[in-house]
């Protein structure tokens, strides 16, 4: 799908074991001096956000009304005390931030440093969702589902999927999605099924509320719940995130689905009643995005901020 771009201010960080990098290529204004291969970003709308990835990097962005004593508007590498991994992450506010990946890995940031959970599984995790400090939730293979309750994690199922993504609208209103087109529901009690009405498999969900959330996934696929899934788009993108910044203000991002092998091919979209492109640099290849007061965007080549215009 080709629209015209809704302008984007971006500002766009490249993390490279090579140094420094500066340059502007289209929308995007590129400096860095970091790594590459982030899978996941989440911010708390306060400014501050973080971005995980390869080989267990954890990156912090500290916003100019931040009271870190990092650098204020700049990336900063926070020692994650692992070599994993590291495929999701959840930030409730700067002290309360969770990330999780390969071999049952969930860590806890407290505002201070990173300190590792017992999760009680081996099994390669994907999502986490944060509600609140006693409802945190976290997915991945296996199809496993894992609850913490503020002092312990627990397992709540498992069974055949990989479950990609994880989001929660209240306590009683949790979704995860994953293979084959898998959508669980929570409703407080139990963990159950819904049509998705497709097989692509979904890598991505998020919630407005109990009556309004988003999936997205591989084929371009789109899915919007109201009660029931439908479809909202297909295509042939790969899919990676989605994020809800309110009603009808939507971002889904990805890339297209040989651009790895072949030329690059980023992929920003935001719905806001019809469906729009965004410019960015096809480097950035988006692997998930984080959508509050900034779209906060991560992928395989960098990180990257933008305020809508």
């Known amino acids: ?13 490249i993390f490279s074991l090579c140094g420094c990098s500066t340059g502007n290529s289209g929308k995007m204004s590129w400096t860095g001096d970091c790594r590459d291969k982030l899978f996941a970003v989440s911010t ?14 954890i990156l912090h962005y500290a916003g100019p009304g931040s009271s ?23 930030a409730l506010d700067p002290s309360h931030v969770w990330a ?43 199809e496993t589902i894992l609850f913490f309750d503020g002092t312990r994690w627990a397992r709540q199922r498992s069974g055949e999927a990989v479950l ?24 407080g009690s139990r963990w159950a099924g819904q049509d998705s009405g497709t097989d692509s498999e979904l890598t991505s969900v998020s919630a407005v509320n109990r009556g309004d ?12 719940f109201s009660g029931e899934w439908h479809e909202q788009r297909s295509g042939d993108e790969m899919l990676r995130g989605i994020s809800v910044a309110g009603k009808n203000d939507v971002w889904v991002v990805g890339y297209l689905t040989q651009a790895l092998a072949t030329t690059p091919g980023s992929v920003v979209l935001r719905f806001d009643g019809r469906w729009q ?14 959508a509050q007061k900034a779209i906060w965007v991560a992928g395989l080549g960098g990180v990257a901020r933008g305020e809508p215009r």
């Open 277 to 290: 492109e965004q410019a960015v640099d096809p480097r950035l290849y988006p692997t998930g995005v984080s």
């Open 1 to 13: 799908m080709r629209k015209a771009a809704l302008a984007v201010a971006i500002l766009v960080t």
């Open 44 to 57: 708390t709308g306060g400014g501050e956000a973080w971005s995980v990835g390869a080989a267990g990097v």
């Open 100 to 142: 999780v990946g390969g071999n049952g890995t969930i860590l806890f940031y407290n505002g201070h440093q990173w300190l590792r959970q017992d999760s009680g599984t081996d099994v390669e995790l994907c999502g986490v969702c944060a509600l609140n400090t006693s409802h945190v939730w976290a997915c991945g293979w296996g």
């Open 164 to 187: 990609r993504g994880i989001t929660a609208a209240d306590a009683n209103s949790v979704w995860a999605v994953g293979s084959n087109g898998v959508i669980l529901h929570f409703d």
């Open 213 to 224: 959330a988003w999936a997205c996934g591989l084929n371009g696929t789109v899915l919007r």
């Open 68 to 90: 870190t004593s990092q650098d204020a508007g700049a990336w900063n590498l926070q020692q994650s005390g692992t070599t994993i991994d590291l495929k999701g992450i959840s």
